[in-house]
């Protein structure tokens, strides 16, 4: 009973790190409609970034969400006004321009293989920070500290993101412009500047998860094909451009890979994750969380 | 005209360069008075295995430079082996067209090779064909040596032996130190080589009479591994053994120490716990571990360190197993045509199977004795076993099996300590 309870509560940690990853995903796709494949890049180009940062100052690594954030937030932003914003242009008339999916696939590999030459292919992992190792004991069961850290910054990033979609000017006009870009632009919304933020926001949040990855998670230039796998899963499962949705997916696969090794194992446990992926493309395409149509 | 001249100027100087070819080819038999032992080589020296053949190449020449420093061949009249290298490129077909090569244009008298183990397969069906001794350092698929074949000689461990020789350990271990072991956990990468292992090691485990707690093959995919280390918790296993990948290795042992597993013992299978970033990734959570490995640096046999530091002098790097082997191979072949005398392929196949090493350079090896069996198998091949400690100098890799290799001065933690 107790280890169920153990596997329980470690799978919701782990699985709210899983949502913080797909976070990105969900609100990029929210807004441009498109699926950006890059996305596992900018979680390991942010798990690069938070690395570095925390190495080199010697600060918790949650200390270094500082220079984190910004970093990323530029990062993203730019990329999006740079190498994506010229395609949306030139496919004006297409509601869903597939080009640009063909270009965040060019983006992943470049980035990997970039990452690849500056850091070589060694496996980095954070050492001498505070957070590392550390178990929490509770009659019993453990729990993995590092982890409870990124549950908390999952649940608080998601929540920020949400109340700033909902309740500020901008990401009124973020949310107008996912509805119908056309009428936001007639409103006097500038599209693509909402989408250089959307980007931005996104590559940010992926920053928010890389700190939260590195005080128990090795750091290397193919990580995030890792998480890629898992983000497409979690999104779809939760509903493609919803925020809770996300980490309710994540949530949802963290509990089935930490729950169900128990009466199997672990190899069956990708199985299943596949056949509830399947099953919800078959049931509810639209996500637990999504909207049937959208405008 | 013009043109005419050159082309019967250009006909002339072959034809002088062939005269002149031929008559040092009279010549020289007659005026060096010298036999010299061709050796053809077939290694990979491109393709992504250029590294691995660059390695055996270097062995083998300083093996070569030494053999023929000391004067050659005695019983052939000094004869000095002459290398002759091909590239296999890894193929197989490459692999088989440069031994039909090596043996009917260049007329070698021995052929070794070829690393891969799908290149050397092949290829050892064209020297069994023409008779021709094929010594292979190292491929180490089993079938190459299960083939009836009567040319074929293999330095290296086979595949099955890896399994076989970590079992052998705990029992020794078990015996050296009055530990005994009950329960065994395998959790294994569900590839084809983790799960090759996990075959073995479960008739192992039976033939032993352990008794097998958890059979884990996980996804090395997995990012999470707190769900597998939880199962081997509650397993509570005297000895885990482990086959993994490189990423995966990280992450379980960082796991494994998180959640203070400590068996008695962590045997693991080389691949990603020998990755050269594992030590550096894991820190001290990888102390008292056991590797499997073919060779390490520390190995405590005469001549060893020396041969090392000539050869990391020369070369800019350490001997590994895939260059000894190969290092070992010419000491062998040397050994050979001293007893065989002579330059007939039977004569030096005879000797060959007749080989029963024990003295020399070959002699950095991990064991005691070189000598084949009736497949060509070189018997007493074995594996080595290291613990990876910190002796107060950082964590290393200090080689503690068999007990006749052990580093002196080291006696190998066991069980772990529960601290």
């Known amino acids: 009973m107790i280890y169920l309870l153990e596997d329980t509560i470690n799978g919701i940690l782990m699985g709210s790190i899983y949502g913080l990853t797909a976070l990105g995903l969900t609100i990029i796709f929210g807004v441009l409609k498109v699926i950006n494949f890059a996305h596992g890049s900018l979680l390991m180009v942010g798990m690069y ?25 530029a990062f993203g932003y730019l990329l999006q006004n740079t190498l994506i914003k010229p395609i949306f242009k030139a496919e004006k008339q297409v509601r869903e321009p597939i080009t640009v999916i063909i270009v965040t696939t060019g983006v992943w590999y470049i980035l990997d293989n970039l990452c690849l030459l500056i850091f070589g292919p060694q496996y980095r992992a954070l050492q001498n920070n505070p957070l590392r190792g550390k178990m929490l004991e509770i009659g019993g069961m453990m729990l993995s500290v590092p982890k409870l850290w990124g549950f908390v910054a999952a649940m608080i990033t998601a929540g920020a993101v949400y109340w700033f979609f909902q ?13 119908d870009r056309e009428a936001a632009s007639l409103m006097g ?5 909402v989408y ?16 939260a990855l590195i005080p128990f998670f090795n750091v290397y230039p193919s990580v995030g094909v890792l998480f890629d796998m898992k983000g497409y899963i979690i999104v779809v499962l939760g509903g493609l451009g919803s925020i809770w949705g996300a980490m309710l997916g994540g949530i949802i696969i963290g509990l089935i890979e930490s729950v169900c090794p128990q009466f199997m194992t672990a190899t069956w446990t990708e199985a299943i994750v596949y056949a509830l992926f399947l099953a919800v493309l078959f049931i509810k395409p639209s996500g637990l969380f999504g909207v049937k149509y959208d405008w | 005209m013009k043109g005419k001249q050159v082309w019967w100027r250009k006909v002339a100087a072959v034809a002088m360069a062939l005269g002149l070819v031929a008559m040092l080819g009279i010549v020289s038999p007659v005026g060096a ?4 032992v061709k050796v053809g080589n077939i290694e990979p020296l491109s393709s992504p295995s250029a590294s691995v053949g660059e390695q055996g190449k270097n062995a083998r020449n300083m093996a070569v430079e030494e053999i023929n420093a000391a004067g050659g061949i005695k019983s052939l009249g000094g004869a000095k082996l002459e290398m002759i290298y091909a590239d296999s490129e890894s193929k197989p077909e490459k692999g088989v067209a440069e031994a039909e090569r090596l043996i009917n244009t260049e007329k070698v008298n021995v052929l070794t090779g070829c690393w891969n183990s799908a290149v ?25 040596t299960e083939q009836g074949f009567k040319n074929v000689f293999r330095i290296a461990a086979k595949d099955s032996w890896w399994t076989r020789d970590q079992f052998t350990f705990l029992q020794d271990m078990e015996k050296e130190f009055g530990a005994k072991v009950e329960t065994v956990a395998f959790v294994y990468e569900n590839g084809d080589w983790g799960k090759g292992f996990a075959e073995q090691w479960k008739k192992l485990a039976e033939t032993a009479g352990y008794k097998v707690v958890l059979d884990e093959p996980y996804p090395s995919t997995a990012t999470d591994f707190s769900p597998v280390v939880n199962k081997i918790k509650r397993a509570n296993p005297d000895v885990l053994m482990m086959v993994s990948n490189a990423a995966d290795a990280i992450l379980l042992t960082n796991t494994l120490a998180e959640y203070k597993v400590k068996p008695k013992a962590i045997i693991t299978s080389g691949g990603g716990h020998a990755d050269p970033s594992f030590l550096k990734a894991v820190g001290k959570n990888a102390r008292y571990l056991f590797d499997i490995v073919e060779w390490e640096t520390d190995v405590n046999k005469p001549g060893a360190k020396d041969i090392n530091t000539k050869f990391k002098t020369k070369y800019g790097y350490n001997l590994a197993g895939e260059s000894v082997d190969a290092y070992i191979a010419m000491y062998v072949l040397k050994d050979a045509l001293e007893r065989a005398g002579s330059l007939d392929p039977k004569a030096i196949r005879e000797a060959l199977a007749a080989t029963n090493l024990s003295t020399g350079p070959a002699m950095i090896a991990s064991y005691d004795v070189i000598a084949f069996d009736a497949t060509g198998q070189n018997k007493f091949a074995a594996l080595a076993i290291v613990q990876v400690n910190d002796l107060g100098t950082g964590l290393e890799r200090i080689t503690v099996w068999p007990k006749n290799a052990r580093r002196a001065g080291y006696t190998p933690v066991f069980p772990m300590p529960k601290d």
């Open chain 1, 196 to 211: 250089n933020m959307a980007f931005g926001i996104g590559t940010a949040t992926a920053g928010i998860a890389g700190v």
């Open chain 2, 120 to 144: 050397t397969y092949p290829t050892s069906a064209v020297a069994e064909r023409y008779g021709i001794p094929f010594i292979v350092p190292v491929s180490v698929a089993d079938k190459i």
């Open chain 2, 33 to 36: 008075a010298e036999t010299v």
């Open chain 1, 49 to 73: 970034v938070a690395f570095w940062a925390a190495t080199l100052s010697g600060m918790n690594p949650y200390v270094a969400l500082i220079v984190v954030v910004p970093i990323m937030y």
């Open chain 1, 189 to 193: 919304i500038n599209q693509y500047k």
């Open chain 1, 167 to 179: 309740k500020t000017r901008m990401g009124r006009a973020i949310r107008a412009t996912s509805l």
